[in-house]
């Protein structure tokens, strides 16, 4: 029997929709957000990113390096309502460097939308990032931005997808020219041709006239051969197509596509529009107890990000937390699993790139902010109930290391608290040498500005100033049998052993040869390019 509370939850879920953009840097992903953001009624006039400081900064890039340098460092949550849903919008750093913070959101997400450049088509940071989709099975939607200038032809760019990632292609719209002819898009749902107007860098909805496919005035609207060529691409597309079959959409392996461009506003509502017919509505998760349903009636969810000083007046820290099933409701007691505490969630946040209101109550989808004391780690999962805990979140192999070093004795604490408030919301990964004379803190990043990042924050949030000390390493490998099966094996050659944060064997390598060699001589060491989940439960493709 299905009580009020469940049928409220289902009706919530059933209107709930939630995605992370993955891209690679310059691909437009931050003016996609700002432009969803404008549909949705959240902001009312768009800001495009560019590096310059006199330029309104985009809501979503709210780091001041972020504002500097026009990229995306950190992953943002913007909440907004349009059309009678709620979406969440999960808003990812396209840099390389900062690709863990990715992996970390698309845990928390339940649909993918992959941004492309149409000039450049693939790029090597959005292929890694679909692996991750494709490993958690996520339905993803294509966007190709940027048509009103020169790009790739759309059939040679859907071509790309199907042979490289091996995943169908669906052309949802078509474009009409490109470049400087770039005219609109035809809808293939409604038959019908949305003819745009440029609007002014598209900081506002663009105006567009829609005319039926079959309508006499197209002839006059469009220049002969534009419209000819359209014509015979739209019977090609039809005849050889790709049919459109939601199962596997939302099995991953049909991706629908679309075509626009994010600065001037084109293609950008239909997108929407059509995204909230077929996207994924918040599901079913993975857990220490199997599967729970999202309209399961007890409160549970799972930390995926921490952010401290969002607020830099406030030096605050912030939990992100994906509900997974129930109804959150402000100040209830939940059971935090790692630690086996209870914790009162007293003020929770809705998030908006910097902005937050304070939240009464979520759904399973939601992404609420909770004030972090400390307690909370990446992958943590709170609950009420039966005890239960969500899959961790695991840490990718890092390729660069350094000593970092504080200069001015007398900041020792602030240098302390700076270094484990990052370390905790995974800005950079830390290690220690096993030498007890030697207390620097290691950071261990995927990227040379992870280290940057790190300095200029302790810079700005903490008043320490730092030195860096590169280290000759470029592998790193966790020891599956920890310390007693690293001592088992005996001596090891052209390899330093470390500690990470959890005080567990990490051994670091000069290059992948070195690694191999004492592989090939230790057949019994079993070492890993993931770290260990330190929180919640193994999860099952790692």
Request: glycine fraction near 8%.
């Amino acid at each position: 029997m299905t009580t009020d509370l469940q049928t409220e939850i289902a009706t919530a879920v059933d209107q709930r929709r939630n995605f992370a953009i993955i891209s690679h840097p310059d691909a437009g992903k931050t003016t996609l957000t700002e432009k969803l953001l404008l549909y949705g009624g959240a902001i009312h006039e768009a800001g495009a990113v560019k590096a310059k400081r006199a330029q309104r900064h985009a809501t979503s890039d709210w780091m001041e390096m972020e504002q500097q340098r026009g990229i995306s460092i950190t992953s943002t949550v913007l909440q907004f309502d349009y059309s009678g849903y709620t979406i969440n919008l999960l808003d990812t750093p396209g840099h390389q460097d900062f690709s863990e913070d990715t992996y970390r959101t698309l845990a928390a997400a339940d649909n993918a939308v992959m941004l492309e450049d149409a000039a450049k088509g693939l790029e090597p940071q959005t292929r890694k990032l679909f692996e991750v989709c494709r490993m958690r099975g996520i339905p993803i939607f294509t966007f190709f931005n940027k048509l009103d200038r020169p790009g790739r032809d759309p059939l040679e760019l859907m071509d790309e997808i199907e042979q490289e990632l091996g995943l169908q292609t669906y052309p949802v719209n078509w474009p009409i020219g490109m470049g400087d002819r770039f005219k609109g898009v035809y809808d293939r749902r409604k038959k019908q041709i949305h003819l745009f107007e440029r609007t002014a860098h598209g900081s506002r909805e663009a105006k567009d006239t829609v005319i039926d496919l079959g309508d006499p005035r197209i002839e006059d609207l469009l220049e002969q051969d534009l419209y000819y060529q359209f014509k015979e691409e739209l019977e090609l597309l039809e005849a050889a197509g790709t049919e459109f079959d939601l199962a596997q959409v939302h099995a991953g392996k049909l991706t629908p596509v679309f075509f626009g461009s994010a600065m001037t506003n084109f293609g950008v509502e239909l997108f929407l529009e059509s995204f909230l017919d077929y996207a994924l509505k918040p599901g079913s998760r993975r857990s220490s107890q199997g599967d729970i349903d999202p309209t399961y009636p007890e409160f549970s969810g799972f930390v995926f990000k921490l952010q401290a000083n969002m607020d830099p007046k406030h030096r605050d820290r912030i939990a992100f937390v994906r509900v997974c099933s129930g109804k959150f409701e402000k100040d209830m007691v939940v059971s935090h699993a790692r630690t086996g505490k209870t914790v009162r969630l007293s003020h929770p946040q809705k998030l908006f790139g910097q902005g937050r209101q304070s939240l009464d109550e979520a759904y399973p989808g939601d992404v609420i902010g909770l004030n972090n004391p400390g307690m909370f780690a990446i992958g943590d999962t709170i609950y009420n109930g039966k005890k239960l805990e969500y899959e961790g979140i695991p840490s990718f192999s890092p390729e660069l290391f350094a000593y970092l070093r504080n200069p001015n004795p007398s900041k020792f604490k602030q240098f302390q608290k700076g270094v484990n408030e990052l370390r905790e919301e995974g800005a950079v990964q830390i290690m220690y040498s096993t030498d007890e004379s030697k207390r620097e803190p290691i950071l261990a990043a995927v990227g040379q500005l992870q280290f940057e990042v790190v300095q200029f924050r302790l810079r700005n949030e903490y008043n320490v100033e730092s030195l860096l000390d590169p280290l000759p390493y470029s592998v790193a490998r966790w020891v599956g049998g920890g310390w007693e099966a690293l001592e088992k094996a005996g001596r090891l050659f052209n390899t330093v052993t470390v500690k990470d944060s959890w005080g567990r064997p990490v051994l670091l390598f000069k290059n992948e040869w070195n690694c191999q060699q004492v592989e090939a001589e230790h057949p019994a060491l079993d070492l890993r390019a993931i770290a260990p989940i330190a929180s919640g439960q193994e999860p099952a493709a790692v």
